[in-house]
């Protein structure tokens, strides 16, 4: 089988199984748009909730993104299901491409959906000059969120404790993340008179890191889930 | 994968072979005696300079005498991580997959999780006197902080359980992980503030009581290094030892279990 | 330590540093006797 065979089987079968469990959707998806309200409880302020609007939204990506991973990996830990595919010879960069083209199209889902809340309850406007910094932003935060998260997922699956311990590894990974795609969306958005210009180095760093995490875990995915 | 693995201290039954006499170092050699003795003098050394001996500086007064341990100890954090990483490769690279690389690369790490520790707390209470702040969002500082985390989360991933093997591969990939890391951490925040604090003490002006203070402290803080891993090191030999002893026993009682007549199975 | 200013912020930081050097080390040596009195003598490669 072609590696790229096996990615294309992998993703279509984590998704079948999101589609058939809706777990994100009917769970991850509340929790997410509750972080959103909570957020606007604890800042109680229209002005600094417009102003930390990407901040927020991509905080609460953070968070979602954890439960997603725990998901996605609880899924393959319940029957030994990643062990069969490794005894199976399934090459174990192609499940990692695999899981994490999944795990980035159920992000995408979830991010619309949270810049969405950001619009309604944050008064945040998505101006004309800014829709493709915003659109490139997307695309290379969600691949490098994907590719951690599958690395650090297949690290802890179906080890004691993963539930504390996954956080613990993956959040010090993913800041960059955080730090770039909140100030590439500010730019986009025009936060502080902010122009798309200032945000296009940031891209830069989301693509850089989202490349280092692919290609280390395609590389490294086999030693992580070798039990 | 099995219980008794992950914790050590509680063995079954008798260990194979007859059990070392107890004794008060079994970890220490003539060499690292010595070693220890000379680090020990160096701090003892260090203390006196430190503190008494050298002057206050013009610039920061006597905050100048927390770098004589600050420095040192960061410069510490960063060599063990250092080899920490250096030693994973090692690991990952020879075909042998020896586990010396992996319990000097846990040894190190533990070790540079104390002295970073260490480093945040004592550069808090310089930053409190110096820039009257306890933390600033500067890029070093920042870039410190998540390297202690980062290596908070090495050191669970070894105590994961599984078999050695399984514990050296899993962390050695996460450090070489955790390396490719730093630099990106780096970047993004100092990008994010770009506003570098002068670091008085290497703008020069240090005058040669200080410098030398600052190199006793290094000396003894490398010599202090090399003993503490050295130790952890064979401690984690020990322990894993002890591991190992518990899986034969557990094996052997089964087999035990299994050929209940005959005395010897193979 | 002439008249020192910031006399606790130096102090403390000077108490921190070996204080917690110490306590590593004495917990550190600890364990290794412990695991010691279970693993004959000649399993010592440093010995």
């Known amino acids: 089988m072609s590696t790229w065979r096996i990615v294309r089987l992998v993703a279509a079968k984590d998704l079948r199984v999101e589609w058939r469990s809706r777990v994100v959707v009917n769970q991850v998806l509340p929790f997410a748009a509750l972080v959103m309200v909570l957020f606007a409880f604890a800042l109680d302020n229209d002005k600094v909730l417009t102003r930390v609007a990407p901040g927020l939204v991509w905080l609460a990506t953070m968070f979602s993104l954890l439960l997603i991973v725990q998901r996605s990996f609880a899924v393959e830990a319940a029957d030994g299901a990643l062990d069969a595919l490794q005894v199976a010879g399934v090459r174990p960069g192609g499940i990692f491409l695999g899981k994490a083209i999944a795990l980035a199209a159920q992000l995408a889902v979830l991010e619309l959906v949270l810049l969405g809340a950001a619009v309604v309850l944050y008064k945040t406007e998505i101006v004309a000059g800014g829709v493709v910094l915003l659109v490139a932003t997307y695309l290379t935060a969600t691949t490098g969120l994907a590719f951690v998260g599958t690395l650090y997922g297949g690290l802890t699956a179906g080890a004691k404790g993963r539930e504390t311990l996954l956080p613990l590894l993956m959040f010090p990974v993913v800041a960059p993340v955080l730090i770039g795609a909140t100030r590439a969306t500010e730019a986009a958005l025009g936060t502080e008179q902010a122009t798309p210009s200032d945000g296009w180095p940031w891209i830069g760093l989301l693509a850089l890191f989202a490349v280092v995490f692919g290609a280390g875990g395609t590389l490294a995915f086999g030693s992580l889930i070798d039990e | 994968m099995t219980g008794f693995m992950t914790s050590p201290h509680h063995l079954p039954g008798n260990p194979p072979g007859a059990p070392a006499a107890t004794d008060r170092a079994p970890t220490s050699t003539p060499f690292s005696r010595a070693l220890g003795i000379a680090a020990l003098v160096g701090i003892g050394w260090l203390v006196v300079f430190g503190l008494f001996l050298s002057p206050n500086d013009r610039v920061q007064g006597s905050a100048v005498r927390i770098m004589y341990v600050h420095v040192p100890s960061a410069w510490l954090a960063y060599l063990a991580f250092g080899v920490t990483g250096i030693s994973s490769i090692a690991y990952l690279w020879k075909r042998t997959r020896s586990l010396a690389w992996d319990r000097l690369a846990g040894a190190s790490a533990e070790v540079g999780v104390l002295f970073m520790g260490i480093t945040l707390v004592s550069g808090s209470l310089w930053g409190r006197i110096t820039w009257s702040t306890y933390w600033t969002w500067d890029a070093r500082l920042t870039t410190t902080a998540f390297l202690f985390v980062t290596y908070i989360g090495y050191l669970a991933v070894r105590d994961l359980g599984g078999t050695h093997q399984q514990r050296a591969k899993r962390s050695a990939v996460l450090a070489v992980l955790a390396m490719m890391e730093v630099p990106l951490v780096h970047f993004s925040v100092s990008w994010w503030r770009p506003l570098h604090q002068n670091e008085t003490v290497e703008n020069g002006k240090l005058n040669g009581l200080m410098l030398f203070t600052l190199f006793v402290g290094l000396i003894a803080f490398t010599l202090l290094y090399v003993w503490l891993v050295l130790h952890r090191q064979r401690v984690l030999t020990l322990v894993d030892q002890v591991d190992d002893q518990g899986l034969d026993a557990a094996i052997a009682e089964r087999r035990n279990e299994a050929v209940p007549a005959s005395g010897g199975a193979t | ?47």
């Open chain 3, 1 to 47: 330590m002439i008249a020192m200013l910031n006399a606790p912020n130096v102090i403390g930081s000077y108490v921190v540093t070996l204080g917690g050097i110490a306590l590593y080390t004495w917990r550190m040596l600890a364990r290794g006797r412990k695991a010691a009195r279970q693993v004959p003598r000649q399993d010592r490669p440093w010995t």
